[in-house]
């Protein structure tokens, strides 16, 4: 069994839709949970951290982890299409990494 | 120059050329980082270094050797490689290589990488 599970989608969408991308994992002491962003010919970079259970908001995203059922979720609220980009969900330790949701959010 | 640079950005290469892979860091972390990322596969975390020391080696065949000779730059040296190798070669750093600050890691743009 993978570490970390993502589906890789792509996953289309039009602009201003709720955008969900999840991932679980199998590993019940991970404690810090990541999501990253990668632009297409650009690396990752860092977009939401969480540690241990509980949402966390900053501006359109909410990380959610929910270490009782070992899921975390990512929302987007109102997308935009400069959110089209391929999402990686990563959980510690060694920051194991799923292999990523292509987004596109469509005008 | 901030964050993480790359050096090249693409590279072709011939499985019987050596070259080297450049990373710099202007973050004044004292971690860093080489992954692998090809098509459809998760990131594979290849080398760590803390404080120019090799701390992990995540079982990568020989054909690829990491140098850092500073905490603010890391080389990947590559010889003899394969088609397979053909892939998407990251470089990250973090403030340190544990804890929870280890997870917050700024990448590079990657060099993209094929093996002919």
């Known amino acids: 069994q993978k570490e970390v599970e993502q589906d890789p989608g792509p996953l289309s969408v039009p602009e201003g839709a709720i955008v969900s991308l999840n991932c679980t994992y199998s590993n019940s002491a991970f404690q810090y949970f990541m999501w990253y962003r990668q632009y297409s010919r650009k690396g990752p970079e860092l977009l939401m951290y969480?540690?241990?259970?509980g949402n966390k908001e900053d501006g359109r995203f909410t990380a959610q982890v929910d270490k009782s059922s070992k899921y975390i979720s990512l929302f987007i609220r109102d997308s935009q299409p400069s959110d089209s980009a391929t999402y990686l969900c990563a959980v510690s330790r060694q920051l194991t990494f799923g292999s990523g949701t292509q987004l596109t959010v469509l005008p | 120059e901030t964050g993480v640079t790359q050096t090249p950005r693409h590279l072709v290469m011939g499985m019987t050329n050596k070259k080297s892979l450049k990373c710099e860091q202007h973050?004044?972390?004292?971690?860093m980082y080489w992954y692998k990322q090809s098509a459809k596969k998760p990131l594979e975390l290849m080398f760590v270094?803390?404080?120019?020391?090799?701390?992990e080696n995540n079982s990568v065949p020989s054909r690829f050797s990491p140098e850092c000779p500073n905490s603010s730059h890391l080389f990947l040296h590559l010889h003899t490689l394969q088609p397979e190798d053909s892939a998407l070669y990251l470089c990250a750093s973090s403030p340190v290589a544990s804890g929870g600050a280890r997870e917050t890691q700024y990448f590079g743009p990657g060099t993209r990488l094929l093996v002919l």
């Open positions: 969480t540690y241990s259970s």
């Open positions: 270094y803390s404080l120019e020391e090799r701390v």
């Open positions: 973050l004044g972390h004292n971690a």
